[in-house]
């Protein structure tokens, strides 16, 4: 379609309609993350994420960290992973997961470096970073995605598969891994 | 006249209440996203309002939470002199908190100690005011605070001389430095007067009132007024893209004050602004 027509009929349809225009010229990435895919990648770019992450937010960091610092084998494999900072609401029966937006990733920043060194290439969450992150998130090439705020009923929708694979004592903190199908996100830092 | 109340229907409304307000977005709050749909001349922008109002649409339908983060249950009491509760008021409350939560579906975000950090897993206890009012009713009015945005709320005392220029040059940099963390467009409560804690109180009453209205006070609406003017020059945007609208809102509420002070605070709330009232 011709992106003029689109505009316009974007600016026309009723929602969801318009919605699905707008999704349909989202670039769809594959996870796991790659330092290649990365690359391709432009800051304010929107994106729709299919693959596994790893939740955590910030409980789990400090008991990862607390963890690596003590010379400690950690209960996940952090290597080419993406963590997604979020805390579920309990899934209804029949449903994957609970609502399940972003939390404020820069709770998450006095970890963040040494999480990257061990191998962190991605994060999803919400609301700016420190200096000092942005440039550990750079200098690692890996990749920070913002997602929509308070929209946890519309993407736990995006969620088809969650189970908790580590720190079950932390309840909605522990961390699970999640099988997500076009997840939006736009690319923050890179 | 002495009306005699069980406190089993004041658990009842708390527990119905709390259910209502996490997965039913306030009408006033959804119409105001609408609106700045319209506003919003980036695509990003729409976008975003467009999943947030959708988001709203499917947490009432499957009877979801708006936001994964349900918050800390607040609730806010004024009981008539003339009305007698049966049974203890205080518990029911923090029944009714516990029994929404659990029938809810809803996230236990409160711990234990703010240093040992236990989960209560109950997402008890409640924060409760009360107040005492004339008559023989008893209005409770509920918010689940998330802590995106109470996270970056603020007081500031000011000097009595101090002009108003200041205060919103604080309120706006508050909003500023928050950037995209309180999920805007936010609704911003303002507490103006009285002590320390007053004002804050007061900023997280605030946002009781319907969007869209504005302070009967013509000096105070001015205020309100003009605050939501510059909030929004910051572009900040939905979800922090860059847009038109970086607040629904300004609501201030006042309060006598001191001769010697002029408390300010800011109570940003997120725009999955969850509350609910009703009136026994």
């Known amino acids: 379609m011709l992106p003029a027509l689109r505009k316009q009929l974007y600016n026309i349809l009723p929602f969801p309609f318009a919605e699905r225009e707008k999704v349909s010229v989202m670039k769809k990435i594959i996870l796991p993350l790659t330092k290649n895919i990365i690359k391709t990648l432009k800051q304010g770019e929107m994106v729709l994420l299919s693959g596994t992450v790893l939740t955590a937010r910030d409980a789990a960091h400090k008991r990862l960290a607390d963890t690596l610092k003590s010379g400690k084998k950690i209960p996940v494999l952090l290597k080419g992973e993406t963590i997604y900072y979020t805390g579920p609401t309990p899934a209804r029966i029949g449903r994957v997961i609970g609502s399940c937006g972003p939390t404020t990733s820069s709770r998450m920043d006095p970890f963040t470096l040494l999480l990257l060194k061990y191998g962190l290439i991605g994060m999803v969450g919400k609301g700016e970073r420190s200096e000092e992150v942005n440039l550990a998130i750079k200098k690692h090439g890996a990749v920070y995605f913002v997602t929509i705020g308070g929209a946890g009923a519309y993407l736990s929708e995006k969620v088809k598969s969650a189970e908790v694979i580590a720190y079950k004592d932390l309840g909605p903190e522990a961390i699970y891994r999640l099988t997500v199908e076009n997840f939006p996100a736009i690319v923050g830092v890179l | ?280």
């Open chain 2, 1 to 280: 006249m002495t009306r005699i109340v069980d406190s089993k229907l004041i658990q009842d409304a708390v527990k119905d209440l709390f259910i209502k307000a996490n997965t039913s977005l306030r009408p006033d709050i959804l119409s105001g996203l609408k609106l700045a749909r319209k506003k919003e001349t980036s695509e990003k922008a729409r976008y975003c309002l467009s999943v947030i109002i959708k988001n709203a649409s499917i947490a009432k339908k499957k009877m979801l939470a708006i936001c994964q983060d349900t918050g800390m249950a607040v609730v806010y009491l004024k009981v008539g002199q003339s009305l007698v509760v049966k049974g203890n008021l205080k518990n029911s409350v923090a029944k009714g908190v516990a029994l929404a939560y659990k029938e809810g579906y809803f996230r236990s975000s409160v711990v234990n100690d703010p240093l040992i950090r236990k989960n209560t897993n109950t997402n008890l206890p409640p924060i409760i005011y009360t107040d005492i009012v004339s008559g023989n009713k008893i209005n409770i009015k509920v918010v689940a605070k998330g802590f995106g945005c109470e996270n970056v709320s603020k007081i500031r005392m000011f000097k009595p001389t101090d002009p108003v220029s200041s205060i919103e040059e604080f309120i706006v940099d508050t909003v500023k430095e928050a950037g995209s963390r309180p999920c805007p467009p936010v609704y911003i409560g303002i507490g103006m007067g009285g002590t320390l804690d007053k004002a804050v109180s007061l900023s997280k009453e605030a946002i009781f009132r319907p969007l869209g209205r504005s302070n009967e006070y013509k000096h105070i609406a001015q205020l309100e007024k003009s605050v939501l003017k510059k909030v929004n020059n910051l572009k900040i945007g939905p979800a922090g893209v860059r847009g038109n609208t970086t607040a629904l809102g300004v609501s201030v509420l006042t309060y006598p004050t001191h001769i010697a002070g002029l408390p300010v605070a800011v109570n940003i709330s997120c725009h999955a602004t969850r509350s609910a009232e009703a009136t026994i």
